[in-house]
C-alpha cells in the first residue's frame, strides 16, 4: 500500500530508497489484454515469462484473456489458473473467463475470481454459436445478471471464414489476400450488431483491440461502454508486411494508414479509452508460414508498449496525462479495479518509475518473454521503465528482474 506522498523528505524507515532523479514516478501500467498462455501452451509463454515481460515493460497488473489450451470455460479451468499462478507471477493478474450461455456456470466463474468474460464474435473459441441472436442473447443475460463485464473480439467470424475458404480454394494464400480478407466491414459490422445487443441487455461491453475510427464512434455513442487500442494498430500500417511478412499477422489485422491515423487521432483524443497490448506470443515456427492463411495470428507487445508510445509523448504527439489515463486510471475504473490506476495514498503500491530520456532500440533477441519477435523491431525509442514496483516490492530494473515473484491474482471489486 501507498503509505505517504510529500514533496518534502519522509522520515519513515525504508528497507529500500532508490534515487528517482531524473525520472517520472507513474501509476503501474495496466494492461487489460494480455496472453499469458502456460498451462499446455506453455511453450509459448508462461505465467513467469509473461510476467516478466509486464514488470520489464512498466505493467505492474495484466489481465489474461481465456482462450487457452484447456480454455477457461468453467470454475474449475479459473480455479485451475490461479492455483497454478500463486508464487509464480511477477505482476498482478485477472483473470478473463470466456463467456458462456449457462447463468450458473457464468456465475460459478466469476465467483471463483474471473475478473470479465471475453465473447469471440470472431469465432476463436466458441462455447455457443455467437452469430445466433438468441444464443448470444442468453449469454448477454447471464452476464448481465451477475454484474459481469463483457470484453470483446468484434470481427464477424463466418465472414472471416467464407473469405478464407473462398481464397483458400483460388490458391490466394499471401499475406495481402490474408489482409483483404479481414476487411474493415468486417469488424465495423460486429461492433455494430454486439454494441446494440448489450445496450439492449444493459451490459457493460468493452471492445477490444478497435481498429477503425467508425467502430469507435459507435462506441462512443453507446452507454456503458469502452474500447481499447493497441500500439500496432495506432503506430504501424500495413507497409510494415514488407520486411515482417507474416511475423507481423494479428487479428483485426494492421489497417492502412488512412485509418491508423484516425485512430491515432481518436486515441490522443480520449475518444479511445484505454491502451491495451494484446500480447499475444507465439514461437517463430508458428509466425512463418507460406500460406498467411496458417500463420498463427499475434505479435508480443508488453516490452515495446511503453517504449514506443512514451516516444510520441517525447514529440508531442499525445500528453503525458492522457498516456496516464489510457494505461492506468481508465483501465482501472473500466475493470473496478479499485485500490489501482492512481497514486494516492491508501491504494495498492504499484508504482512505475520512467526514465523519460533513456534511449533504446527495440531488440526483440533481448525480451523476455518468449516470443523474441516484434512489428516494432529495431524501433528507437525515447523512454522506458527504469523501476517497477508491484505490491510494493521492486521487481524490475532497467530490463531485468531484480525481486521477488510479488504479484498477485486481482478480481474485480464491484
Ligand atoms: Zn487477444
Aim: glycine share 6%.
Amino acid at each position: 500500500m501507498i503509505k505517504r506522498i510529500s514533496k518534502l523528505s519522509i522520515a519513515d524507515t525504508a528497507d529500500l530508497k532508490i534515487n528517482a532523479a531524473g525520472l517520472l514516478a507513474l501509476p503501474g501500467m495496466i494492461d487489460a489484454h494480455v496472453h499469458l498462455r502456460d498451462l499446455e501452451l506453455s511453450y509459448k509463454e508462461t505465467f513467469e515469462t509473461g510476467t516478466w515481460a509486464a514488470a520489464v515493460g512498466g505493467f505492474t497488473t495484466v489481465l489474461d484473456m481465456p482462450n487457452t489450451r484447456p480454455p477457461t470455460t468453467s470454475r474449475e479451468a479459473v480455479l485451475e489458473k490461479i492455483s497454478r499462478a500463486q508464487g509464480r507471477l511477477f505482476a498482478n493478474v485477472g483473470f478473463q473467463g470466456a463467456l458462456v450461455a449457462n447463468p450458473t456456470a457464468l456465475r460459478d466463474m466469476r465467483n471463483a475470481g474471473a475478473i470479465a468474460f471475453k465473447l469471440y464474435l470472431n469465432k476463436a473459441l466458441e462455447t455457443f454459436d455467437s452469430s445466433d441472436d438468441s444464443e448470444l442473447g442468453q449469454a448477454l443475460q447471464a452476464a448481465k445478471e451477475c454484474n459481469a463485464i463483457v470484453t470483446v473480439h468484434a470481427e464477424d467470424g463466418n465472414a472471416i471464414r467464407s473469405a478464407q475458404e473462398r481464397c483458400m480454394a483460388q490458391g490466394k494464400t499471401k499475406v495481402g489476400d490474408f489482409l483483404r480478407g479481414h476487411t474493415p466491414a468486417i469488424e465495423v459490422s460486429a461492433v455494430r450488431r454486439i454494441l446494440a445487443m448489450t445496450r439492449q441487455f444493459g451490459v457493460q461491453a468493452h471492445v477490444c483491440h478497435i481498429t477503425i475510427p467508425d467502430a469507435v464512434r459507435l462506441v462512443r455513442r453507446t452507454p456503458n461502454t469502452t474500447c481499447e487500442a493497441t500500439p500496432h494498430h495506432l503506430l504501424l500500417s500495413q507497409s510494415i508486411f514488407k520486411k515482417q511478412k507474416t511475423l507481423a499477422i494479428c487479428v483485426p489485422p494492421i489497417r492502412s494508414e488512412r485509418y491508423m491515423r484516425g485512430l491515432w487521432r481518436l486515441f490522443s483524443a480520449g475518444q479511445v479509452d484505454i491502451l491495451a497490448s494484446d500480447h499475444a506470443p507465439h514461437t517463430l515456427d508458428e509466425k512463418t508460414a507460406t500460406n498467411a492463411w496458417k500463420a498463427a495470428s499475434g505479435v508480443p507487445g508488453l516490452e515495446t508498449s511503453l517504449p514506443v508510445l512514451f516516444t510520441q509523448v517525447s514529440h508531442c504527439k499525445i500528453t503525458l496525462r492522457r498516456l496516464i489515463e489510457a494505461t492506468a486510471s481508465i483501465p482501472a475504473k473500466i475493470f473496478r479495479l479499485t485500490q489501482k490506476g492512481v497514486l494516492r495514498e491508501g491504494f495498492d503500491a504499484d508504482v512505475v518509475l520512467v526514465d523519460p530520456k533513456a534511449k533504446i532500440r527495440i531488440q526483440p533477441n533481448e525480451f523476455l518473454s518468449k516470443a523474441k519477435y516484434s512489428p516494432f523491431k529495431g524501433m528507437p525509442c525515447i523512454g522506458r521503465a527504469a523501476y517497477t514496483i508491484v505490491n510494493g516490492t521492486l521487481v524490475a530494473e532497467r530490463g531485468k528482474i531484480v525481486g521477488r515473484p510479488a504479484g498477485k491474482v486481482v478480481t474485480s471489486d464491484a
